[in-house]
Antibody
């Protein structure tokens, strides 16, 4: 059973960089035609797509976040990561990672990141 | 304001059939597949429908999806108390070159 777990600081100061890692267990991150995504949900609001990365290395990012987002993968550690720079209070949210292929998706339980001084 | 429009709430009684709508445009639903998710607070969202009307393995056939023009719908038949959750639609948007979600619909089982 594939499982995903997000990890990283729960508190980030304004203007700093938010860094999260998603560790995949129970399967290879690089198997099949998976791609890796990050999604977030601010308190009381809906889901917001952050971006995704394919095994080829190509990426797509939310246009509203594109200038601040980087998604990368470390296949040797079965992990992929999110970096979001110059954060503000508006970036406070539960952050989810997801592993997707046609008809198959695995999500992490989510991790709350608060941006505050 | 979400690119895809969903009603904020829906409700039904056990055994009933409920439908949740998702309205978009030609750049998203009109030209790309629609996905539906079930989200219980504090848990990971669960994929219910992919490619507009396909169910992943393990999803009961009580859940069905359809798409027509620039709108899509999720139907839940034989409503059960455990179906009470937030439901989101999603699609790729060619104009934005990104994935967009609906604002979510809170389903209450009365």
């Amino acid at each position: 059973q594939v499982q995903l777990q997000e990890s990283g600081p729960g508190l980030v100061k304004p203007s700093q960089t938010l860094s999260l890692t998603c560790t995949v267990s129970g399967g290879s991150i690089n198997s099949g035609s998976y791609y890796w995504s990050w999604i977030r949900q601010p308190a009381g609001k809906g889901l917001e797509w952050i971006g995704r990365m394919f095994a080829s290395g190509s990426t797509n990012y939310n246009p509203s976040l594109k200038s601040r987002v980087t998604i990368s993968v470390d296949t040797s550690k079965n992990q992929f990561s999110l970096k979001l720079s110059s954060v503000t209070a508006a970036d406070t949210a539960v952050y989810y990672c997801a592993l997707s292929s046609s008809g198959v998706e695995y999500w992490g339980q989510g991790t709350l990141v608060t941006v505050s001084s | 304001q979400s690119v895809l429009t969903q009603p904020p709430s829906a409700s039904g009684t056990p055994g009933q059939r409920v439908t949740i709508s998702c309205s978009g445009s030609s750049s998203n639903i009109g030209s790309n597949y629609v996905f539906w998710y079930q989200h219980l607070p504090g848990t990971a969202p669960k994929l219910l429908i992919y490619r507009s009307n396909q169910r992943p393995s393990g999803v009961p056939d009580r859940f069905s999806g359809s798409r027509s023009g620039t709108s899509a719908s999720l139907a839940i038949s034989g409503l059960r108390s455990e179906d009470e959750a937030d439901y989101y639609c999603a699609a790729w948007d060619d104009s934005l070159s990104g994935r967009v979600f609906g604002g979510g619909t809170k389903l209450t089982v009365l």
